[in-house]
């Protein structure tokens, strides 16, 4: 099993930044493809950003290309989400999410964190 904890949001400005930090622990967290989802008030869960075990390869929602990054760091056991201007429209419950790399699917999930963009 893996636990996934995300922390780092909260309210901010349009045009700010947050970064959102997320903290694995339990299986070998370096063999895990983890990935950012967020769901936005009234809409579906949806996919921001995932990053490969190694970091080597990201992949982001067309929405936050050029305004967010994610990267990982595996001797500490963390991902992190970088968003840089902010939209009201980024506003919504961001999720860590972790999956193994032979499944499409991400298996684990963490409890979530608030953001929120005033305008």
């Known amino acids: 099993q893996v636990q996934l904890v995300e922390s780092g949001g909260g309210l901010v400005q349009a045009g700010g930044s947050l970064r959102l930090s997320c903290a694995a622990s339990?299986?070998?967290?370096?063999?895990?493809?983890m990935g950012w989802f967020r769901q936005c008030p009234d809409k579906e869960r949806e996919f921001v950003a995932s990053?490969?075990?190694?970091?080597?390869?990201?992949n982001y929602a067309d929405s936050v290309k050029g305004r967010f990054t994610i990267s990982r760091d595996n001797a500490k056991n963390m991902v992190y989400l970088q968003m840089n201007s902010l939209k009201p429209e980024d506003t919504g419950v961001y999720y860590c999410?972790?999956?193994?790399?032979?499944?499409?699917?991400?298996?684990?999930w963490g409890q979530g964190t608030q953001v929120t963009v005033s305008s």
């Open positions: 999410a972790g999956r193994v790399p032979s499944k499409s699917d991400y298996d684990y």
């Open positions: 339990g299986r070998t967290f370096s063999s895990l493809g």
């Open positions: 990053i490969s075990w190694r970091g080597a390869l990201r």
